[in-house]
């Protein structure tokens, strides 16, 4: 069974810092590219980062484009976000979700996710 | 960046009504569209790729159509457990894969 499961949220203040981590299992978690996708409350979905299998790939949402780290390790089935000089609206559940592929890699879509860990920049 | 708008917003409906959201991109996404469904508290999970293809455990009752810049998710025969928001995704613009503002569907 495929399962990701996020760590590491919590209260923080303006301009600090937190490392969110998931940990994924039942499935080879190098053969897939990773995201992570945020959800500030009461509000839609949005799209943080992604790294590639192999993390020779890594792209980031301007809104958190040189303050998020995204990054994993295949030895240890994690996936990783480093987030710095965090602001009010980095408010939010954040997930790590599976990037999955069909018809030879044309089509992408997300077809696991975790549970989520919330985030709270406040002072 | 390409811009995904949803209508409406929010519905209700009863048990056994047949209800379509509709999705509208700024731009020729061809098929590259994906809808998901969020129950409240829950993660997201997806249910149509590639506008049209059901993903493997979904009920049939769900249903996606449309290309390039319209597309619609049709849930036929409407049940309880079916109450969410519901969200489209284009994969046109990878890695940048914008959602739409979500459409919340009430079963009366």
């Known amino acids: 069974e495929v399962q990701l499961v996020e760590s590491g949220g919590g209260l923080v203040q303006p301009g600090g810092s937190l490392r969110l981590s998931c940990a994924a299992s039942g499935f080879t978690f190098s053969d897939y590219s990773m995201n992570w996708v945020r959800q500030a409350p009461g509000k839609g979905l949005e799209w943080v980062s992604s790294i590639s299998y192999s993390s020779t790939t890594i792209y980031y949402a301007d809104s958190v484009k040189g303050r998020f780290t995204i990054s994993r390790d295949n030895a240890y089935n994690s996936l990783y976000l480093q987030m710095d000089s965090l602001r009010d609206e980095d408010t939010a559940v954040y997930y790590c979700?599976?990037?999955?592929?069909?018809?030879?890699?044309?089509?992408?879509?997300?077809?696991?996710w975790g549970q989520g860990t919330p985030v709270t920049v406040s002072s | 960046d390409i811009q995904m708008t949803q209508s409406p917003s929010s519905l209700s409906a009863s048990v056994g009504d047949r209800v379509t959201i509709t999705c509208r991109a700024s731009?020729?996404?061809?098929?590259?569209l994906n809808w998901y469904q969020q129950k409240v508290g829950k993660a997201p999970k997806v249910l149509i790729y590639a506008a049209s293809s059901l993903q493997s455990g979904v009920p049939s009752r769900f249903s996606g159509s449309g290309s390039g810049t319209d597309f619609t998710l049709t849930i036929s025969n409407l049940q309880p457990e079916d109450s969410a928001t519901y969200y489209c995704?284009?994969?046109?613009?990878?890695?940048?894969?914008?959602f739409g503002q979500g459409t919340k569907v009430e079963v009366k």
């Open positions: 979700a599976r990037d999955q592929s069909a018809s030879g890699g044309f089509y992408y879509y997300f077809d696991y």
């Open positions: 995704q284009q994969s046109y613009r990878i890695p940048r894969k914008t």
């Open positions: 731009q020729s996404i061809s098929s590259y």
